[in-house]
C-alpha cells in the first residue's frame, strides 16, 4: 500500500478525515484536481456560519435554546419520509448531540472564535413543528470561511511535515479500484499545473496517469453546484416546477460532481438525489472570480420581494424566512428571477453579502472596519454593488425606479400604478400600530431580538418616506449552491451499496455523502449545518477509518 487512507478532495471534510487519521498515526494521501492554490475547497469562500445549540454567545444575546428545541426545529425541516432516510435520520440525531455538546468546546480549543452577535438564518415563517429555526443559532467564525479551515490546515500542515500526510494536486480521479470487492484506491490523470487564483476555472491538460494503493479510500470531492446541467438533471420539477433556464453559480467550476458517479461505479448508492438546497437571492458578481459567479444576499426581513410581474409574494416567501418556499413560489411564475423593493435606510442595516472575499472585516479580523457597519452607509463591499452591479436600481421616486426595473429587464413587464398599489398598501400597515400583514408583524418581531434590532434590523418605516431614500430595486436570480443527498453511509462514515451492505474499504464525508448518510438536512437545510456537517462527517470517518 502506499498509504494507509486516501482522500480523494482537499475541502474540509477532506482535510477534518485527514487530520483525523493521522493523529491516530495513519500515513494518509490527499488528492484533489485542483493546485494547492485551492486548498481548503468551498469552504474558503464561505461566510463561515456555523449552528450551535445552547452556546454562550447565545446566552450573552439573551437567546433561550435548547436541544429539545433544536431537534423539533430540524426534523421539522427535514421531514424525512422515505424508507432510505433511515441513515440521515442517524446523522441528523447524532449531529444534534454534536452541536449541542462536544462541537463548540473542541473547536474552540483548536483555536476557532465567534462573533459575539448570533445571526437568525432560516426562520420558517410557519408552524413550530414546521420548517425552521426558532431562535437565532448561526455564528459567524471570527475570520469567516478561512477562519474555519486554519486550524485543519495547521494540523495537515503538521503531519505533513512529520512524514504523515502527503498531498497529490492536479491529480484527478477517474476511477476507484476495486479488488476482491473491496476498494483498495484510485487512479486518474495528472493535470498540467497552472497558476489560475483560487476558485477561477482551470485547465484539463492531461501529462501522465497515476495509481495509488491504500487500505481504505475516502471521498469528499463535494456536491454539484457548479455543474448546472447535472443540478437540472436532478431538480425536483414535482416539487420546485421547471428548472431555471438561468442560474448564477454559487461555487466554482470545479465543484463539478464527477466523483459521484465513479464511487457509484464501485457499488456505492446514492440516495435523494432531489434534494438540493439553492438560494434565491442571487446576484451577478460585477467583479467575478468563477465563471457565472454569483453572490448571495443575506437579507434582514424588511424589504419587498416581488415576482417578475409586479405581485407580491405571501408568506412563507419572505426575505430571510423560508428558502425552498420563496424557490417554489418564484418558480410557480414562470419566471427565473423576481425583484426587492427596499430603501437605503433597509439596505445600509439589512443587506449582508454572502462570502469571505465579501466580509473583509470579519474575515479579517478588523474591528475598526466591522465597526463602520454601524454607520450611515452601506458598508463598501453592498455599496460597490450598488455602484457596480448588474442587478441593482437606485432612483429618488418610485416612477423613475419602476422605468429602471423594466429596462434592467428588457421584458417591460411592470406597472408603475400596479406597483405603487403594492407599495401603498404595505406602507399603510407600517403606519398602523396593528397588523394584518405577516411581513409587518415579522419585522416587528425580529427587532425583539437584541441582535437584529443592533445589527440586522431596520426601524420599521414606510418605503415611499423621502427621508429614508433613495429607493433600490434588486433584481433576484435563482443561485446554485449545495447538494443536501449524496453517498449512502454508516454512522462510521462507510459508504453502503444499494442493498443497504458496506462497501468495504470506502468512506465518504461532507457535501458528497449529503453532509453525513446521504442527506441529514432532509428537504431543508437550518443553515450553519454546512461547515458543520463537512466537520462533523470528516471527524466520524477519520476517526473510523482503519478499526
Known sequence: MDCDLLVIGGGLAGLVAATEATARGLKVIVLDQEGEQNLGGQAFWSLGGLFFVDSPEQRFMRVRDSLDLARQDWMGSAQFDRPEDHWPRQWAEAYLNFAAGEKRAWLHSLGMRWFPVVGW??????????HGNSVPRFHIT?????????PFVRLAREAEKKGLLSFRFRHQVDELITTNGAVT??????????????GGKSNRDPIGDFEISAGATLVASGGIGGNHDLVRKNWPVDRLGKPPEFMVAGVPAHVDGRMIAITQAARGSVINADRMWHYTEGLRNWDPIWPNHGIRILPGPSSLWLDAEGNRFPAPAMPGFDTLATLKAIKATGYDYSWFILTKAIIKKEF????????????????????????KEPNAPVKAFMDKGADFVVRNNLEDLVEGMNALSGEHRLDTKRIRAVVEARDREIDNTFSKDAQVTAIRGARNYLGDKIMRTAKPHRLLDPTKGPLIAVRLNILTRKTLGGLQTDLQGRVLEENSNIVPGLYAAGEVAGFGGGGYHGYNALEGTFLGGCIFSGRVAGRSVGK
Open 121 to 130: 438564518a432560516e426562520r420558517g415563517g410557519s408552524l413550530a413543528n414546521g
Open 142 to 150: 471570527w475570520g469567516t470561511g478561512p477562519g474555519v479551515l486554519d
Open 185 to 198: 484506491g484510485a487512479r486518474g490523470t495528472r493535470l498540467a499545473p497552472d497558476p489560475v487564483q483560487r
Open 352 to 375: 449582508a453579502l454572502s462570502g469571505s472575499e465579501q466580509n473583509p472585516d470579519l474575515t479579517g479580523k478588523d474591528i475598526p472596519l466591522l465597526l463602520k457597519r454601524l454607520g
